[in-house]
């Protein structure tokens, strides 16, 4: 027999008792749909902070002043960051594509008639958005020499545009940061709300002298953050390490002697976390396969009761010249068909729950955008694993039916 004629053999056989096949693809089914689920959640969850990490830009290296120790109690941080690092970061570092200071205040912002208050209102320098890969959707981001001339213009995001421009454009009207003026020149493209649940839109863009020398009336050049983007991913290390080197040659920090800075790699730690979540993720793949394992033990009891059954069936097959070889096929083909009904329909239940899964955890949290992320990979991989789970406990009663004696087997009652 060929073996589409074996498979059809065996649909039919299983059609002959459906509540018994049904109840023993049951085990198959919840084991796959488990898997399924589980590697579907574990994906969303790392693409969900892999894209919080993109949200923060491209490559991104961030220097952070040192803590300042007295009498070996921290005692919070030191200004020890200037424009002058800023400068030597971005000429001196091959590995740099661009840096932007970062100079935070806070306030009332009035447009027209509205007064509203931002989540985050920061001075930064002209390359702030190629480090944080953050376009434009409409006017122009400020200039170098914007920057240099402390000018009195800012970008606004999506969020206070709705809120003080309601129906119109912002570009080019004025807004009010403690009473001093500023003209409008661009519009951020819409990003969302962070892991946690922060509007990144909420947020206003100033050159950073202006908000040192206008806003906050100081004639320091202390930096409080710089942001730094590496070319490639594959170079963040070697920029981190090109900054680490240069900064304390700057800073004339002895060796052996702690660093009045700090250098976070984000790269590396959004690796981190993907090493995490895919760990989680197996383990919980791997804990969900066990019940795959109690569906095999239950496909080969079923077998066996089937052989039994069907004792008289093989002697007559055998009589008419049928080989042991065809009757192990024949029961294997059998047990496999089982096994991957089970695969199918444990498919189609998994990504339905992770469907459903999906849409309740943005229902709880809204904010996260938690992405559905269904693997093909691994639902073939899970369909072919029912499939050898099939054949696994299937060979065994398979491998008794065909070593019957035909003699004994007709005499069978």
């Excluded at 970062?102 to 001075?123: A, C, D, F, H, R």
């Excluded at 003209?183 to 951020?188: A, R």
Aim: proline share 4%; aromatic share 6%.
């Amino acid at each position: 027999m060929t073996l589409i004629d074996l498979v059809v053999l065996a649909l039919r056989t299983l059609a002959k008792n459906k509540l018994r096949s049904g109840l023993t693809v049951l085990g198959v089914v919840i084991g796959i749909a488990a898997v399924t689920t589980m590697v579907s959640i574990g994906q969303g969850a790392s693409e969900l902070i892999q894209n919080q990490f993109r949200n923060l830009g491209s490559n991104v290296i961030i220097v952070l002043p040192g803590s300042r120790d007295t009498g070996g109690t921290r005692q919070g941080t030191a200004p020890s960051l200037t424009q002058a690092d800023v400068t030597a970061v971005r000429y001196e570092c091959p590995s740099v594509l661009a840096v932007s200071p970062l100079v935070g205040t806070s306030g009332q912002v009035i447009g027209g008639n509205v007064n509203w208050k931002p989540n985050e209102m920061l001075g930064v320098g002209q390359e702030y958005l190629i480090v944080r890969n953050w376009g434009l959707s409409s006017g122009d981001f400020f200039s170098e020499r914007d920057v240099a001339g402390a000018s009195k213009v800012c970008v606004i995001g999506q969020t206070l545009v709705n809120r003080l421009f309601p129906g119109s454009s912002p570009l080019g009207q004025l807004v009010r940061v403690k009473n001093i003026p500023f003209t409008v020149i661009g519009v951020l493209t819409r990003k969302g709300a962070n892991l946690g649940g922060q509007d990144q839109d909420d947020i206003l863009l100033m050159p950073y002298t202006t908000v040192q020398k206008r806003l906050q009336g100081s004639t320091f050049s202390n930096i409080g953050v710089i942001f730094v983007s590496a070319k490639s991913e594959q170079l963040s290390t070697q920029a981190e390490n090109e900054i680490r080197s240069l900064l304390l040659e700057r800073h004339k920090i002895a060796p052996g002697q702690p660093p009045d800075f700090e250098v976070r790699n984000t790269t590396e730690l959004a690796k981190a976390f993907s090493i995490v979540t895919s760990s989680m993720t197996a383990m919980l793949a791997a804990i969900a396969a066990i019940s795959l394992l109690v569906g095999g033990v239950g496909i080969m009891n079923i077998m066996l009761v089937s052989v039994t059954e069907r004792t008289r069936e093989i002697g007559v097959r055998m009589a008419l010249g049928a080989r042991p070889r065809d009757i192990l096929r024949q029961f294997l083909v059998e047990s496999i068909v089982l096994s991957s009904i089970g695969g199918v329909i444990g498919i189609s239940l998994g990504v339905g729950a992770s469907v459903g899964v999906t849409a309740i955890m943005n229902k709880i949290l809204p904010s996260a955008d938690w992405p559905l992320v269904v693997s093909l990979p691994a639902a073939g991989i899970a369909l072919g694993f029912s499939a050898a789970v099939g054949m696994f406990f299937g060979f065994y009663p398979a491998r008794r039916a065909s070593r019957l004696d035909p003699i004994e087997a007709l005499r069978y009652e």
